[in-house]
Each structure stands twice: as structure tokens, then as C-alpha cells.
């Protein structure tokens, strides 16, 4: 039974003209050829994607550095800008202490 199926599908190809045969050969080789342009395109997408985001990282990571770097340096002002309020708060009287962190505030700012 599967010979004599074989024997029709055979006897079938053996019909279609030889020309049929030479279209869908150019056909394959185009629809391969397509893929394989395709694939090493989208490979080239990925690497440039990955150095886009690499790229990225590097500049998020060194923004991260300096940011850091000037906070650390006004520590230095930070403290001395604390130290001012909290001696105008300790030397305030006992009703008016936030008028004058307040005031304190006003003119660091004006400074």
C-alpha cells in the first residue's frame, strides 16, 4: 500500500516539467537567501542595541560618580550651614525659636 502511493507521487513529480523544477529552486535559493540577510541583520541590531545600552550604563555610572563627588563636597557647607541654624535656634527665645531658623534661613540664602 505504501509503495503503490509511492509509485503515484513519484509518477506525479515525474510530470511537472522541468522548468516548474528550475522556478522553485530560484525561489528557495532567494527565500534562504533572505533568511540568512535577515538573521545577520537582526544580530547586528542585538550588538548595536548592547553597546547602545552598555553605553548608557557607563554614562548612568560615572553621572552617579560626580553627582556623589559634589555631594560629599558641600559637606563641608552642609555642616556649617547646620551648625548656623542650630546656634540661632539655641540662642533664640523659647516662643520664637522657628522665626529664627527662619530669619537663619533668609539670610543664608541672600548670601
Excluded at 509511492?6 to 525561489?27: H, M, T
Excluded at 541583520?41 to 548595536?48: H, N, W
Excluded at 559637606?75 to 527665645?93: F, M, N, S, W, Y
Amino acid at each position: 500500500m505504501f509503495a503503490s502511493g509511492l509509485a503515484v507521487a513519484l509518477g506525479f513529480l515525474k510530470r511537472v516539467p522541468w522548468q516548474l523544477w528550475a522556478v522553485l529552486a530560484v525561489i528557495a535559493t532567494g527565500w534562504f537567501y533572505g533568511d540568512y540577510r535577515y538573521a545577520e541583520g537582526r544580530d547586528d541590531e542585538v550588538v548595536r542595541r548592547d553597546r547602545i545600552v552598555a553605553e548608557a550604563v557607563l554614562k548612568a555610572i560615572k553621572s552617579e560618580r560626580e553627582a556623589q563627588a559634589a555631594f560629599v563636597g558641600r559637606g563641608d557647607e552642609r555642616q556649617a550651614e547646620t551648625r548656623d541654624l542650630r546656634k540661632a535656634a539655641a540662642e533664640a527665645p523659647v516662643g520664637s525659636k522657628t522665626q529664627a531658623v527662619l530669619d537663619a534661613l533668609g539670610s543664608a540664602g541672600g548670601e
